[in-house]
């Protein structure tokens, strides 16, 4: 084993640059370039009403862009998309308008009596049986021709996706489908989706499935069999020849527009490693006006994170100016589409402007500017969730753990590291799609608030010093990263694949 990739070598090189370097002086005068005063100044726009919660696509969205644009322009960043610093592309808001369906001759009311969850669109109103096959037994599947009808499927305790496509893969038309015990629970997810409705849903352009998929609660699936629901359950579980069926009618219109978009990307370039580049990231959109009319400003998530990726940036540029040119390059990725999940960053991973071999690392930031439920009356609240360091890369974790040593002395939480984390922070934002084609990532996160993606996530809930301190760690890390002799060899097994 070469000891200059080992563990073990980087340990001691660490531990001689602490005993023989002490901390260095160049990185912490552009350190402290990082200002609450200039956090706050950046915050104080990106996050106001005039921005209108940052919504993808819409004006906000763009006002922010064109913000970053130039400041990085200002600060002598290029644009390194043909000389450009937005990376546009195009997603599809996609509408369905008019689903309809009946049973006999009664019509259900959409969001009240059922809820679209599929795909389809169609010039006409289509007559179809609708056979009732519960948790869909391969006996059922053997027995019971289910080519052009829809299946009624009862997915409690099930994932209902795979039942549905295990019906379509055997020919159904489309399901309707019972996921939840209880009227009450089903009427809430209802009236979530009833504000929603006029709005659409935005995505990278697909060609429409035709697969219609109707969510009713058990109630209303025992009434359209006109049967009380446990015998319902029994007729599908115990005798695949006696089906309760039903006729029904359907319909389903769909309405696409174009929505322009935009990643917005500034450039250093390095030295003498200048072909490896270090991506550093946030998300710039935010969720928009709610049903309410009131504005989401997202003033932590991800104002925090686009203003920390700012100063950040400035910090380097000056240095660079002055003769300290990083001799890796860095890319100051501020992406789009995130909250319609991360879109931007997507895009960016299948058309990166760098090559993604020479991609070393993401240093993504998401919400960094609160305290999160854990740390609420925690004595010691300078802390900050570490998500992935030891993934993929042996040494990131090491390098990252002794810059806060050296510089910031954070409580760095790895909590969220678990591989069986029920919240999945770690595929909740951009850095996954780095980490998905093997690049080291960090993703820095303050924890989840009551305010997540609530209009009061405002900046007078900012803690400043806190996030000066957060991102003094984020830019001594990427200012390591970016001068170290080895990249962070990629030594780890890439486990986590599956969103
Ligand atoms: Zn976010």
């Not at 860095?330 to 960016?348: A, D, M, P, Q, R």
């Not at 084609?437 to 010093?465: A, L, M, R, S, W």
Request: aromatic residues 10%; contains cysteine; glycine residues 8%.
């Amino acid at each position: 084993m070469n000891i200059k990739s080992s563990v073990l070598g980087l340990i001691i090189n660490l531990f001689l640059s602490i005993c023989v370097y002490g901390q260095d002086e160049v990185a912490i005068k552009y350190a402290s370039m990082i200002t609450v005063q200039d956090l706050e100044r950046h915050l104080n726009y990106l996050a106001s009403d005039e921005l209108e919660g940052r919504d993808t696509g819409e004006k906000g969205q763009k006002l922010a862009a064109a913000y970053l644009r130039d400041f990085y322009s200002e600060i002598g960043l290029e644009g390194p998309v043909n000389g450009g610093y937005f990376q546009q592309f195009e997603l599809v808001s996609t509408l369905w308008t008019e689903v309809e369906l009946s049973i006999g001759k009664k019509k259900l009311i959409e969001n009240e009596d059922f809820i679209f969850m599929g795909d389809g669109d169609m010039k006409k109103r289509e007559k179809a049986e609708l056979v009732f096959l519960g948790l869909v037994s391969d006996e059922h599947l053997e027995n019971i021709d289910i080519k052009d009808k829809l299946v009624g499927i009862w997915a409690i305790g099930n994932r209902s996706g795979a039942l549905v496509d295990k019906v379509m893969e055997a020919g159904a038309l489309g399901a309707v489908v019972v996921t939840m015990e209880g009227q009450a629970n089903f009427d809430r997810m209802a009236n979530r989706f009833k504000a929603l409705s006029g709005r659409g849903r935005l995505g990278f352009e697909k060609p429409t499935t035709q697969r219609p998929v109707f969510m009713v609660s058990s109630e209303k699936m025992g009434e359209i069999f006109d049967t009380p629901v446990e015998e319902l359950k029994e007729a599908a579980k115990n005798d695949p020849s006696v089906i309760p069926s039903q006729n029904i009618t359907y319909k389903i219109d769909k309405h696409i527009e174009r929505v322009e978009t935009e990643n917005v990307l500034a450039f250093l370039e390095g030295t003498d490693k200048k072909e490896e580049v270090l991506v550093i990231s946030s998300h710039y959109d935010h969720v928009g006006i709610n049903s309410q009319g009131e504005i989401n400003n997202g003033a932590d998530d991800d104002g925090s994170g686009t203003v920390t990726v700012m100063e950040i940036a400035e910090a380097f540029a000056q240095a660079a100016e002055d003769g300290h040119r990083p001799r890796r390059s860095i890319l100051f990725l501020n992406v789009t589409g995130e909250e319609k999940g991360l879109l931007g960053s997507e895009y960016y991973a299948d058309n990166p402007i760098f090559p993604l071999e020479n991609t070393v690392n993401n240093l993504n930031i998401d919400m960094v500017g609160r305290i999160g439920y854990e740390y609420e009356d925690a004595e010691n609240q300078d802390y900050i969730y570490v998500i992935g360091s030891e993934m993929l890369s042996s040494h990131l974790k090491i390098i990252s753990e002794y810059n806060n040593i050296t510089y910031t002395n954070l409580i760095l939480d790895y909590t969220y590291d678990a591989e069986d984390d029920p919240n999945r922070f770690y595929y909740r934002s951009d850095h996954y799609n780095f980490a998905k084609h093997n690049i080291p990532v960090i993703f820095y996160f303050n924890g989840v608030h009551d305010d997540y993606h609530q209009p009061t996530d405002t900046v007078d809930k900012i803690e400043f010093e806190l996030m000066q301190k957060r991102a003094k760690l984020i830019f001594h890390t990427a200012w390591d990263l970016a001068n170290r002799e080895e990249r962070t060899p990629v030594d780890g097994e890439n486990t986590r694949l599956e969103r």
